[in-house]
């Protein structure tokens, strides 16, 4: 299995956090149980394999918690993170309804999907797929506007905290009451800004496993903002239903290519 991201162009990066490519190898193996770790975003990704004659766009959960899915041999996804800041406009519902559901059809949203499938099945690569998103987002007029100006900057500084700043520093470098963040936040992207924080640590952990092989948990702990060891555990074991080495046991079966950060 493969996994690499690519990041957006300035003309749609007020809508997508990030492309990805998710890949499993071509040799028959049966079926693998994978388990996908929470990111923070609802993605609208494309699946193809050839084997079976399966091409189809659907839309991920929005997840606080890991999920499994049943890949098999051949199997293609090119995704895209929509950015929370901009969820909402784009999807034109709550994207609070995403966290019942693990995948919704893409032809409930004709006014984003529409006519991209027949684009993406042409794609050979994920360059070109990634290619064939921005061009059929750019024609879609989702302007500046789309994007909650100030959510956009919140998600910036949590980036750059790796997920470790306090929510109420964050409201205060933002100029808004902790209510008037957290109201805000939730209405575009279906999350407290403490649990998208909270997957962007994850997130930033599994970066830093892709990168050096070896972690110290104690030292890890520390820089996560947790107390001790303890409870980095039993963090990871909530979210992912993991220990922490169990979890870098988990990252290190996958091949990673470039990740966007």
């Known amino acids: 299995m493969s996994y690499r991201e690519a990041a957006p162009s300035a003309d749609v990066s007020h ?31 494309y699946h193809r394999n050839e084997k079976f004659n399966l091409r189809r766009l659907a839309f991920s ?20 993170r929509i950015s929370p800041a901009s969820c909402a406009n ?10 019942t559901v ?13 006519g991209l499938l027949e684009k993406l099945n042409a794609c050979e690569t994920f360059d070109e797929a990634v290619g064939d998103y921005q061009t059929h987002l750019g024609k879609l007029n989702f302007g500046q506007s789309f994007s909650d100006e100030k959510v956009a900057q919140a998600l910036k500084i ?36 403490k649990q998208f924080a909270r997957t962007r640590r994850l997130r930033a ?31 990871f074991v909530s979210v992912t239903k ?11 079966q996958i091949k990673h290519g470039k990740l966007v950060k």
């Open 205 to 235: 952990t599994a970066v830093a496993l892709v990168e050096n092989t070896e972690i110290n948990w104690a030292d890890r702990a520390a820089e996560m903002g947790f107390a001790d060891q303890s409870h980095l555990t039993h963090e």
């Open 158 to 193: 949590i980036e750059e905290s790796s997920g470790e700043i306090k929510i109420a520093e964050l409201a205060k470098e933002l100029n808004l009451s902790m209510r008037q963040f957290e109201r805000r936040f939730k209405a575009v992207s279906g999350l407290t800004p």
């Open 61 to 80: 959960g929005l997840f606080l918690e890991s999920v499994t899915t049943t890949v098999f041999p051949g199997d293609v996804f090119w995704g895209m």
């Open 90 to 99: 784009v999807l034109r519902v709550n994207p609070a309804n995403f966290r």
């Open 102 to 114: 693990k995948m919704t059809e893409a032809e409930k949203f004709p006014h984003l999907t529409e």
């Open 15 to 45: 809508l997508v956090f990030s492309f990805w490519e998710f890949m499993t190898a071509k040799e028959d193996f049966g079926s693998i149980e994978h388990e996908i770790f929470p990111d923070g975003c609802i993605s609208l990704y």
């Open 242 to 252: 993991r220990s922490p080495n169990s979890f870098a046991e988990k990252v290190s």
